[in-house]
């Protein structure tokens, strides 16, 4: 079963940066597309960014210009490099590839 493990996440003031990771426990990403989801409270889960044979990239058009996906093909991670945050890029940050989802990873923007 493989296990896709993020981190990263934390409270960050209006316009600072975070980096998440997710880690898989397999070499599975260069083999299909990556993705990072984000579910607020009370809102459905929304694509966020996605990477497709390493290197084609994905924004929402909400996070364009400030989120970067990459991957890390021989560490078996991927990241969400996200800066100028904003209060509504709180939610609950997850990584998906193909059926398998990491546990989210909470980012909170706010003073």
């Known amino acids: 079963q493989v296990q896709l493990v993020e981190s990263g996440g934390g409270l960050v003031q209006p316009g600072g940066s975070l980096r998440l990771s997710c880690a898989a426990s397999e070499r599975i990403f260069s083999a299909y597309g990556v993705a990072w989801y984000r579910q607020a409270p009370g809102k459905q889960r929304e694509l966020v960014a996605i990477?497709?044979?390493?290197?084609?990239?994905n924004y929402a058009d909400s996070v364009k210009g400030r989120f970067t996906i990459s991957l890390d093909n021989p560490k078996n991670t991927v990241y969400l490099q996200m800066n100028s945050l904003k209060p509504e890029d709180t939610a609950v940050y997850y990584c998906n590839c193909g059926r398998f989802w990491g546990q989210g990873t909470q980012v909170t923007v706010s003073l």
């Open positions: 990477i497709t044979d390493s290197t084609n990239t």
